[in-house]
């Protein structure tokens, strides 16, 4: 099993910066990918970003398109990752959840393969 903790978010104003950080307990570690989503009230979950376990045992970082030179995704260890999120716009509001899926598992996608965190709330005001 594995258990996602959550910290950062909060009330930004247009422009403004936050940065998110998720813990992973449990069977995680290097054969698990990690990144963030997003759920915008009336709206399906989306992907965001996600760092990606690759060749020679290093990351691989993926962006939405939308988020692009705004939104940087770090895997600060095997347990733990972040997303620093500049610039932010009024359309970025949403809950953001933390994921963790094996490495088998198509990432982009939620899916049953995915382990979330609670959520937090991230709110940009214009």
């Known amino acids: 099993q594995v258990q996602l903790v959550e910290s950062g978010g909060g009330l930004v104003q247009a422009g403004g910066s936050l940065r998110l950080s998720c813990a992973a307990a449990?069977?995680?570690?290097?054969?698990?990918?990690m990144g963030w989503f997003r759920q915008a009230p009336g709206k399906e979950r989306e992907f965001v970003a996600a760092t990606r376990w690759g060749v020679g045992n290093t990351y691989y970082a993926n962006y939405a398109d939308f988020v692009k030179n705004r939104f940087t995704i770090s895997r600060d260890n095997e347990n733990t990752v972040s997303l620093q999120m500049n610039s932010l716009k009024p359309e970025d509001t949403a809950v953001y959840y933390c994921?963790?899926?094996?490495?088998?598992?198509?990432?982009?996608?939620?899916?049953?393969?995915?382990?979330w965190g609670q959520g937090t709330q991230v709110t940009v005001s214009s």
């Open positions: 449990g069977r995680t570690g290097s054969n698990y990918n």
């Open positions: 994921a963790a899926a094996d490495r088998v598992v198509f990432f982009m996608a939620p899916g049953p393969g995915h382990h």
